[in-house]
């Protein structure tokens, strides 16, 4: 298996969890994993985004543009910003919920998910988009936007893993309290 994956968000949503969990199930599975992630001004609201690799043949951490095989985004701005790493026949997984940067909010420019959205439409044939605003809402807790987006992203066929692999890693890192909600977000149908 080789797999390069870019996860992409704003602080606080998970991102580097994510990142943490699939770069585990690779590792539980034998393959060597490399990642890089880059969290700048993450506290702040700042972008969040992780570069992992899965494979025997990698040398460095950082994937090449136009060649990640999947972005799960977990904020639609920051996955339009990414959209260069994808290979031309990769998946995008992305939340509709956008996350205003701090600098767009200072100079009142507009933003929207919906126009970020219709942007990855018409770049990108992969693509899921997952509302995990009502999903979460659903659920009774924001907390779990990165599990349900590693479901979506496990449905795709692109992250070669299944749920219950995911679901391993989440028990061995999480408190027992937690299992229950994630594993209703990894198994969510939309």
């Given at each position: 298996?080789?797999?390069?994956?870019?996860?992409?968000?704003?602080?606080?949503?998970?991102?580097?969890?994510?990142?943490?969990?699939?770069?585990?199930?690779?590792?539980?599975?034998?393959?060597?994993?490399?990642?890089?992630?880059?969290?700048?001004?993450?506290?702040?609201?700042?972008?969040?985004?992780?570069?992992?690799?899965?494979?025997?043949?990698?040398?460095?951490?950082?994937?090449?543009?136009?060649?990640?095989?999947?972005?799960?985004?977990?904020?639609?701005?920051?996955?339009?910003?990414?959209?260069?790493?994808?290979?031309?026949?990769?998946?995008?997984?992305?939340?509709?919920?956008?996350?205003?940067?701090?600098?767009?909010?200072?100079?009142?420019?507009?933003?929207?998910?919906?126009?970020?959205?219709?942007?990855?439409?018409?770049?990108?044939?992969?693509?899921?988009?997952?509302?995990?605003?009502?999903?979460c809402k659903k659920l009774g807790t924001p907390k779990v936007?990165?599990?349900?987006?590693?479901?979506?992203?496990?449905?795709?066929?692109?992250?070669?893993?299944?749920?219950?692999?995911?679901?391993?890693?989440?028990?061995?890192?999480?408190?027992?309290?937690?299992?229950?909600?994630?594993?209703?977000?990894?198994?969510?149908?939309?």
């Open positions: 298996m080789h797999k390069n994956i870019v996860l992409c968000g704003v602080g606080g949503q998970g991102t580097v969890l994510a990142s943490k969990l699939l770069a585990a199930c690779a590792m539980t599975k034998g393959l060597k994993v490399m990642s890089a992630e880059t969290i700048g001004m993450a506290q702040r609201g700042g972008s969040v985004f992780s570069h992992l690799r899965i494979g025997e043949d990698i040398l460095t951490p950082m994937i090449a543009k136009k060649t990640a095989d999947i972005i799960i985004g977990f904020e639609p701005g920051e996955a339009v910003r990414m959209l260069p790493y994808l290979k031309d026949d990769g998946a995008v997984v992305v939340s509709n919920k956008a996350v205003m940067p701090i600098t767009a909010s200072l100079s009142k420019s507009d933003y929207s998910a919906e126009q970020m959205i219709s942007y990855l439409k018409s770049k990108v044939s992969k693509l899921t988009v997952v509302d995990t605003e009502a999903a936007m990165n599990v349900l987006l590693l479901g979506a992203a496990v449905r795709t066929g692109e992250i070669g893993f299944t749920p219950n692999e995911i679901m391993e890693e989440i028990k061995k890192r999480m408190p027992e309290k937690m299992y229950a909600i994630n594993e209703q977000a990894l198994f969510y149908e939309f």
